[in-house]
């Protein structure tokens, strides 16, 4: 089947794939669910699953409406080493969450991990996916702690500025948060902290 | 009335405060209710929540069943001055959290948090009534938004390690997650982090 994505009624499949996703994840968890069953779901073949979606993290990300991809980056964050972490990581929550539209998927997100089990699985599911390969290529000891601790540092940044909306953090300047937490950050990944 | 609470019924009376306040913070928020509103509801004199409970702070921490006074600790952390302070809140808190009985405490709370917003406000309040003062203290720059940074790191390793329960973070040995977290707490505060 070539190019499906251009055929009429292409998006409808890759909808049909997505609810069935959605479902598959709420109802099983992100490690419960499997490709195989969202296709039976959606009526399709597992590899169309694939054809539009790639892998079960970029789907499970799809049906989270993540305005990232994970993935990606955590490779990008990484790849210019330990130098500097800490604000790259900053600078670019701080990026993504001044866009339109992310708040209230960002407030889902953390209030569907605080209230739900399933939630809570899937999201440290796709930490354990993208984030720790990541960090563990960083070179750094107990990579995978430190990994999960940085993940719940910028969980909890998330979490004071949008879900509790703690002031002043609720409404501080991006740059000021990029300036007071990267230390913050790079200290918990063990790397030079600076002045 | 001189020492109510030696009275035979002083328990039953401490206990329909509580009861009233429990409700009120739930119904108004930290913020709304009110130690008269409070007293009217349980039907007692207002000077007798003030007897049993000191205070509005104290009177909610009382009825969230928090393991400590957070004001008497905020205080006794910032006591020693900005040296070692992370070190000393991280050390605090993985004390705390390894007393039996603890963990649903800390879960509830932080879930209560997540999905509610008057229960957000009221640990909004509580912060800003006790941590605050206490970062003032120390003399640093921008200390409101330190304090509520602050608030949110260590809301999110509780978070991760009790809620969504990521691993390794959520057994990892209380030493190794002082040495790991206290320089990003430090850093935080714009402390210095040290080797």
Same mark, same amino acid.
């Given at each position: 089947m070539a190019r499906s994505g251009r055929r009429p009624g292409a998006t409808g499949t890759r %909808? @049909?794939?997505?609810?069935?996703?959605t479902e598959a994840f709420a109802a099983a968890g992100f490690d419960g669910a499997t490709i195989r069953g +969202?296709? *039976?779901?959606?009526? $399709?073949?597992?590899?169309? $699953?694939?054809?539009?979606?790639?892998?079960? %993290? @970029?789907?499970? $990300?799809?049906?989270? *409406?993540?305005?990232?991809?994970?993935a990606q980056l955590a490779a990008t964050l990484v790849s210019g080493g330990i130098d500097g972490?800490?604000? *790259?990581?900053? *600078?670019? &929550?701080?990026? #993504?969450?001044?866009q339109p539209g992310v708040r209230p998927v960002v407030q889902g997100i953390a209030r569907s991990a605080a209230s739900d089990q399933q939630a809570a699985a899937i999201l440290r599911g796709l930490l354990e996916a993208t984030l720790l390969p990541a960090i563990r290529s960083l070179g750094v000891d107990?990579? %995978?702690? @430190? &990994?999960?601790?940085?993940?719940?540092? #910028? +969980?909890? +940044? #998330?979490?004071?500025?949008?879900v509790v909306q #703690?002031?002043?953090?609720a409404e501080a300047d991006p740059e000021e948060l990029v300036t007071l937490v990267a230390p913050a950050l790079q200290a918990v990944l063990g790397g030079p902290v600076g002045g």
């Open positions: %909808e @049909r794939i997505a609810a069935a996703a +969202i296709a *039976r779901q959606a009526g $399709v073949d597992p590899a169309l $699953v694939h054809h539009y979606f790639g892998s079960k %993290e @970029r789907l499970f $990300v799809a049906t989270m *409406r993540l305005p990232f991809d994970p972490i800490g604000e *790259r990581i900053m *600078r670019f &929550a701080v990026g #993504v969450w001044s107990q990579p %995978e702690l @430190r &990994a999960s601790l940085l993940w719940s540092l #910028v +969980i909890g +940044i #998330v979490f004071g500025r949008f #703690v002031s002043p953090l």
